[in-house]
Nanobody
Framework: QLQLAESGGGLVQPGGSLKLSCEVSGFPLDQWTIGWFRQAPGKEREGVICINLHNFIQYYSNSVKGRFTPARDNAKNTVYLQMDSLKPEDTGVYYC??????????????WGQGTQVTVSS
């Protein structure tokens, strides 16, 4: 059974950085496309970014372009999300998710439990 576990969230000041991790277990990471999603308080979950098997990156949210960068380390079965120049509106619970196939649609099959990111002074 495929399982995903996020870590690395926390409290950071505006303009700061955080690096989230998504560890995949049960199957090799190199079989899966990984997406990052977030849910702000009182809002619906939204797609953030996706990285496929060939390290192709697709942004689901224009607001993170130039600030968020995903990377995959298949040897460690882990996908990272480097988040720079963080803004208060980036606050939320961040989830990673896995699927087979491309990043074109945001329908993912397996989800982690989420990690809280809070951007505040």
């Amino acid at each position: 059974q495929l399982q995903l576990a996020e870590s690395g969230g926390g409290l950071v000041q505006p303009g700061g950085s955080l690096k989230l991790s998504c560890e995949v277990s049960g199957f090799p990471l190199d079989q899966w496309t990984i997406g990052w999603f977030r849910q702000a308080p009182g809002k619906e979950r939204e797609g953030v970014i996706c990285i496929n098997l060939h390290n192709f990156i697709q942004y689901y949210s224009n607001s993170v372009k130039g600030r968020f960068t995903p990377a995959r380390d298949n040897a460690k079965n882990t996908v990272y999300l480097q988040m720079d120049s963080l803004k208060p509106e980036d606050t939320g619970v961040y989830y990673c998710a896995a699927k087979k196939g491309s990043c074109i649609n945001a329908n993912f099959d397996s989800w982690g439990q989420g990690t809280q990111v809070t951007v505040s002074s």
